[in-house]
Every structure is written in C-alpha cells, then in structure tokens.
C-alpha cells in the first residue's frame, strides 16, 4: 500500500513544520507568521531535502482564503459594505494607481518595457486576503469601524484585479505593440462582460442567495445534529465560492465573502462562524506555507537593490497613498494608519498576476521572482507595523486620557468575587473587554462608583467611554506596555471580559508578572480553559455552562 502521496505529504510535512516553526518564532517572541513562511520555504523547491508539491500548496491555501474571506462576510452585512464605499472605492483606486505608477517607474529603470512595468506595478499594489484579515482579527478591529475601511477597500482591490486577470491576455499584444489587428476598441467587449457577470453574480446572491442560503441553514439546524450544520457551513462556504468562479469568472475569495454576508442576517450566523473557526485557522496557515515554497533566497543576493526598491514601495510607497487618501476623507490617524498597515504587504492575487504577466511574455521571469520576494518580505515585517501602529494608538490615547496612580481617598470599594482579596483598597479596577460580558460588569462599577480602565480593541467603543468620561484605552492587552498604561501595578483588580481564552492567558501572565498580589478574575467557555487561564495566573475563572447549571439549581430551591 503507498503512503507517500503528495497530498497527504504535502499537508503533514507543512503543518508539522509551520507547527515547528511557528513555536520557535513565539519563543522569541516574534509572529508565528515568520515561522510558517520559514517552513514554506524549507519544503520549497530552492533549498535542499523534501521538496512538497507545489500545485497541492496553493489549491490548500484557497481552500483556506474561502473559509477565512467566509468568515469576515459573516460578521460584514451588505449594509457595512456600502457605508464605507465613499471612500473604500476611490481609496482602492488611486492606491493602486499610485502603486502601479511607482511599478512602471521602477520596470523602467529595470530596462522592461511599459506592458512588464504595468504587471509588476499592479502586482505590487493589492494585499493579501489572508495577511490583511488575520492582523485585523488579531486585534479584534473587523466589527470597528476601521476594520469596516479596511475590508471595503479590500473587496474593491479583489474585483479591480478580478477585472485585471480577464483583460490582461485581451491586451497583452497592444502592451508589447504587436497589435496583429487587436485595438482598444475590441477590449470594450470583455470589459463589458467582466462587469456584467460581477453584476449577475451579486445580484444573484442578492434575490435567490439571501433566500436560499439562510432557510437552507436552518432547516439543518432544526434536524438537531451538529454534524449536518457543520457540514452545511462547509458547503455552502465552499460552494457558493466554487460556483461563483465557474459560472460567473469572480474570485473564489469574492464568493465566498458574498455567501457569508448574506448568511450574516440570519441569527446563526455566530454558530456557522465558531464551526469553521478550526478549518479556517488550518487552512490559513497553508496558505503561508504555500507562500514560503514560492521563494527562492537567492535572490537577495543576487539581486539586493530591486529586492529592497520593490520592498519600499510595497510598504511605503502605497501605504502613504493610502494614509494620505483616508485623512484627505477627513478620517483620524488612527484609521489611516490602521488602512496603511493593513495594505503594507502583498499576496494571493499578486502571485497569480505575476504568473500571468510571465506566461503572457509581459513580466521578465526576475520580475516574479522580485514580486515573490517582496511578498515575503512585507508579510514578514507586517507584524512589526501593526506592533508599531498599537504602540503610536497607545500614545496617543494615553495623551488624551490620563490613567492616574490610585488614590488614597478613594471611596469606592467593589467585590471582586469570591476568593479574590485585593491587595489594595484604594486602587482601581482593570477591565479587558468592554463587550456584551463587559459592558456589563462595567456599567455595574460604575454604578458602585468604583475607579475604572477599561482596554478595548474598538476604537467607536474607546472614544464613546471617553466622552462618557471613563478612563478608556485602545489597543490589544496583550501587546507590549499595555498593562503598564493602564497602571495595572497599582490597581485592585483585574477583570479578564473577552471571549477569547488564549489572549486572555497571555494577559494574565503579563499582569501577574507586573503585580503578585493581584486580584484576576476571567471569563471562559471550557474547563480546558479554566485550566489554561488558571496555570497562567487567574485567581478565579468563571465558566459561563457552571453558572446557567447553578442558577437552574436554585430556581429549583436546590443549594448549587
């Protein structure tokens, strides 16, 4: 019997790796992201030893851009969508003119002709799906009104470069004027036809999708077997975006997002995205695998000043565009520089564009491998613009919110629960979320006038609780000197409200670092996650089922 397939090989030597990898670069406290490229590009076909299968890498990787752009159309209605189109669709176009423009510039000074520079230049101009959406889930900014920005303008880069794919083999012979009879005025008719299916498509979705979609899912919920909704997500995730490919030339990733936002209405929607979570995360992580197989290091020798010109205008040549397109809209810094860190990389429809432009005899084949290099690069160094852009929104809310050492004539005193003994009196209270869980403890504080600082990822939510005049912080817990900003050596108390186990292990290891005697108190939704945030250092972790189990009990006049 033969064990060694290439597709089973593939999956295990690139999870097993990104795994290895991944755990390395945590270490030393840098992106797991670094480590799963590493792994891709030691199970690449430019280094020694096994070498995976390629074509097998990238179909997994689409499999997971499916399954992850499904998930951001779950939590996107079609109505976030349009709020931002005033300025994600003329910022997505002058962006990629801009980056097109310093493409050419620099093809040209290459010694390529205009048709290559165009490739490299558009090339360059659109970010990954999968880099962009995972930094922005990261710190929680999807549902913000930032994360709204960024998507939008994502979905317009998609279809710009959709449209691309169709009209570049029309008019590769005009670009390398050999005409053979070919005009502009024959690119008039697959333009057409290119915007005439994108049309169909939605309104496909739109009449029969918004129908179909939502009863299908659940009519499955209704049968009671958590097998069939599983597997009902997964079909209609990945069969929605399998047939808007086929049938209406869309991207897969554009399908899929489609699916997901007409599946948002529907009040399962939190459910189908907790089901694909764990495909999604895998697939991910593939597809950074199947990014690291694709370049060949050599190159940084070979050739080190395009390398680092095709870097600059990835992740300052386009970044500023876009900086200055969102603040000429009259939008914050803030989001600015959120939309600007988020477009400081490139990815998936780069790679195929370069392929493209190269088989057309466009693209030299140093130019492909200038983009693949650029690509790896500017994912490589995206985390450390979003460490940057936390720090910068730190500083900045620190400058309008002053979080003061406690104070000794504080009256208020809140119970923290039971077990938890404060180890000051008359300190305040950290609270980490300010969602549905927090927002409620913290309207109950507030209520017995305790002293509050709150960190949220939301910015709507930080500048809301500031106007109300709470001492309210943007930015991730978990990043570098955020505890410290919220005066966490001082305080009474820590209250751990986010839904998400792992990050708030993180948080309580670095607070119980700052603080011995604290009082912690988290939230969690298993017993392996009470038993995660306790080794870390929580005094007292609440399971939401043991609470509804003893609340039950006591309805009953039963002691719990």
């Not at 083999?169 to 299916?197: C, E, F, H, M, R």
């Amino acid at each position: 019997m033969e064990h060694n397939t290439p597709l089973i090989s593939t999956i295990v030597a690139g999870l097993v790796l990104a795994f290895m990898f991944g755990v390395a670069a945590q270490r030393l406290r840098v992106s797991p992201l670094v480590g799963y490229l590493l792994a891709g590009v030691v199970i690449g076909p430019f280094t020694p030893g096994y070498v995976a299968d390629q074509k097998l890498a990238n179909e997994l990787a689409e499999i997971g851009i499916i399954l992850l752009m499904f998930g951001v159309g779950l939590h996107f209605s079609l109505k976030d969508l349009l709020s931002v189109r005033r300025i994600a669709i003329p910022g997505a176009v002058v962006q990629i003119g801009v980056a097109t423009a310093l493409g050419v510039g620099l093809g040209h000074t290459l010694g390529w002709t205009f048709g290559g520079g165009l490739v490299f230049g558009l090339a360059l101009s659109v970010a990954s799906t999968v880099v962009l959406l995972r930094a922005l889930q990261e710190r929680r900014l999807i549902d913000s009104n930032r994360g709204r920005i960024a998507v939008g303008w994502l979905i317009v880069e998609d279809l710009a470069m959709v449209l691309t794919l169709v009209l570049l083999p029309a008019v590769a012979d005009l670009l390398k004027g050999q005409a053979n009879g070919a005009s502009w005025d024959s690119v008039a008719l697959p333009i057409a036809l290119t915007l005439g299916k994108v049309a169909a498509f939605v309104a496909f979705m739109l009449v029969v999708g918004r129908r179909v979609i939502p009863w299908m899912l659940h009519y499955v919920a209704h049968t009671g077997s958590r097998e069939l909704f599983r597997l009902a997500v997964l079909a209609i995730s990945l069969g929605v975006a399998f047939g808007a490919a086929m049938l209406f030339d869309v991207s897969f990733a554009l399908g899929a997002f489609f699916a997901g936002m007409i599946l948002s209405e529907s009040e399962l929607s939190q459910r189908a995205a907790n089901e694909t979570l764990p495909l999604r995360d895998a697939f991910a992580v593939l597809f950074f695998v199947s990014v690291g197989m694709l370049v060949d290091p050599g190159i940084l020798i070979r050739e080190p000043l395009p390398v680092l010109a095709t870097v600059l205008i990835i992740i300052f040549g386009k970044s500023l565009a876009a900086f200055l397109i969102v603040r000429l809209f009259g939008h914050p810094n803030m989001t600015a520089l959120t939309i600007s860190a988020s477009l400081a990389q490139i990815g998936e429809f780069s790679f195929i564009l370069a392929s493209l432009g190269v088989s057309l005899a466009l693209l030299p084949d140093r130019g492909r491998d200038l983009v693949l290099a650029g690509a790896i690069i500017s994912i490589l160094l995206n985390p450390l613009m979003f460490a940057l852009l936390d720090r910068f929104g730190m500083r900045e809310t620190l400058s309008k919110t002053k979080v003061k050492a406690p104070d000794p004539d504080a009256r208020a005193k809140t119970t923290l629960g039971a077990g938890a003994k404060p180890a000051h009196h008359d300190g305040h209270v950290v609270l980490i979320g300010y969602g549905r869980v927090g927002s409620t403890v913290g309207a109950a504080l507030r209520q017995d006038g305790a002293d509050l600082v709150v960190i949220e990822n939301d910015a709507e939510r930080v500048a809301q609780l500031q106007r109300e005049g709470i001492a309210a912080i943007g930015g991730n817990a978990a990043a570098p000197d955020m505890l410290e900003a919220a005066a966490i050596a001082g305080s009474r108390g820590l209250l751990v409200a986010i839904p998400d186990a792992f990050e708030g292990g993180q948080i309580v290891a670095k607070a119980r670092a700052l603080n011995q005697t604290l009082p912690i108190i988290a939230r969690a939704h298993s017993a392996e996650e009470v038993v995660h945030l306790k080794s870390n250092g929580a005094d007292v972790v609440i399971m939401g089922e043991d609470e509804i189990a003893k609340a039950m009990l006591a309805r009953l006049g039963r002691p719990a």
